[in-house]
């Protein structure tokens, strides 16, 4: 008996200290998959232009998928293996980074697949759409519901004319002439990321560049380089409005894009060497938290006033105009921001084919109160990116949320999930 019960507690020890599996008994691991997710992916951008937003692994990765694509349905079923391997890795006992790992690729690899059925023609909803994609479900509220906010922005800037043509023309006065843009737009991005680097610590390399384009359906947009490295245009074809300016330089850098990416880059990719990171695919569910985390960062660098007291010190005499109702204009901003939404319910009927392109133009004016050039570019942009667009307003409430619950030092929760694989289904 007393030998049985020896050799017993040696085996529940053994147990007690045995690693946990990492791969399944084929000997797959998360290593192997992530290596083949990174190849499905590439491939994918070969059949989508613009699908691949920033890569920076190896390059024969890269040619090897230029070289030699599958096709969509050979991609399909590419993404159904990828799924079938995941889900036999066992991650019993793993700690909660590679527990976290295993679902971050299993939902990217599901709106791969889900991208690759829309290119070989399957028709979705508009919240069926962006659930698949990025994994959160919109509301697509009646746009009646919006009415009292435009009732609130009609009693701030009473008068004649349409409330669009209204705003249009008191927004006239805080357009930042073009000749003044770099000069403005360096103050702003500079202090976007005095703000940030007191909280986060960045990579030592950090670096950007700053363009002006035109002939775009964005209004700024952050090509990631690697080596911590980003491009950032901005598209000058439209009014470029001094609040702009710190939006811009926020959202696409500091605490946006740029530091999102470099984050990304150095925690996952150079200290882990999971390779995953080192592409995003843009309809994955990563866009919703760097599209949410990019807008959040906004309110996070900036909070209470300080926006508008930084535009009426500092942007103001940069671009040359006058600060007399830059509280007004905050005000403006701040209902304008609840209207975000509205654009959702209107791109669904648009996308159905419920509503025309005229209809959907005129909605766009009166809902988001923007002239009819405006409002042409933005559904040139929803035509483009469909229901991307639910991670700009959706994805900063949700990000803002999920930061707000962590603790009261709020740049400690942003940089956590900027540095992080947490998906949106974890910030719900």
Same mark, same amino acid.
């Given at each position: ?13 053994? %147990?007690? #200290? ?8 084929? &000997? ?5 998959? +992530? ?14 232009? *613009? ?5 920076? &692994? ?6 090897? @998928? ?14 159904? &293996?990828? #799924? ?42 508009? @919240? ?6 990025? *994994? ?45 843009? !770099? ?8 202090? %976007? ?42 598209? +000058? ?11 811009? *330089? %926020? ?10 990416? +470099? ?44 926006? #508008? ?90 990000? !803002?949320?999920?930061?707000?619950? !962590? ?22």
């Amino acid at each position: 008996m007393r030998t049985f019960l020896l050799a017993l507690l040696m085996l529940l020890g053994a %147990c007690a #200290t045995a690693p946990a599996p990492a791969a399944d008994p084929s &000997g797959d691991s998360l290593d192997a998959i +992530a290596r083949d997710y990174v190849a499905l992916i590439l491939e994918i951008g070969e059949r989508e232009p *613009g699908y691949v937003d920033a890569y920076y &692994g190896p390059a024969e990765w890269q040619e090897a @998928a230029k070289a030699d694509p599958r096709t969509v349905p050979q991609l399909i079923q590419g993404a159904a &293996g990828l #799924t079938e391997r995941l889900n036999a890795v066992s991650t019993r006992g793993a700690d909660e980074a590679t527990t976290q790992r295993r679902a971050y690729l299993l939902a990217h690899v599901s709106a791969a697949s889900a991208r690759l059925r829309m290119l070989s023609g399957e028709k979705m909803g508009f @919240a069926d759409e962006a659930e698949a994609l990025f *994994g959160i479900r919109p509301e697509l509220a009646p746009l009646s519901t919006y009415d009292p906010i435009l009732a609130e922005i009609d009693a701030l800037l009473p008068g004649e004319g349409s409330l669009t043509d209204r705003v249009t023309a008191f927004k006239s006065h805080y357009v930042i002439p073009r000749d003044r843009l !770099q000069p403005v737009m360096d103050a702003a991005i500079a202090e %976007c990321r005095a703000r940030t680097v007191r909280h986060i610590a960045l990579p030592a390399n950090e670096r950007f560049t700053l363009s002006f384009v035109g002939d775009k359906p964005w209004s700024g947009y952050n090509y990631y380089l690697g080596d911590a490295a980003s491009r950032i245009e901005i598209n +000058a074809d439209f009014p470029i409005y001094t609040e702009r300016a710190i939006d811009l *330089g %926020c959202h696409e850098g500091y605490p946006g894009h740029h530091v999102y990416n +470099a984050l990304l880059e150095k925690t996952f990719v150079r200290d882990r060497g999971w390779v995953e990171m080192s592409v995003y695919p843009l309809f994955s569910p990563m866009s919703f938290v760097a599209e949410g985390s990019a807008n959040y960062g906004i309110d996070l660098a900036f909070p209470g006033d300080e926006g #508008t007291r930084f535009e009426r010190e500092v942007l103001f005499p940069l671009a040359g105009l006058d600060p007399a109702t830059a509280e007004k204009k905050a005000q403006l901003g701040a209902l304008t921001r609840r209207l975000a939404r509205a654009e959702y319910t209107i791109a669904d009927d648009w996308l159905a084919g419920r509503i025309d392109r005229a209809e959907t133009i005129r909605r766009l004016m009166k809902y988001t109160l923007a002239d009819e050039a405006k409002a042409t570019q933005r559904l040139r942009f929803i035509d483009t990116y469909r229901s991307y667009i639910i991670n700009y307003g959706l994805g900063r409430d949700t990000v !803002q949320a999920w930061v707000e619950r !962590q603790g009261p030092d709020h740049w400690a929760g942003m940089e956590r999930l900027l540095s992080s694989q947490i998906l949106p289904a974890d910030l719900d």
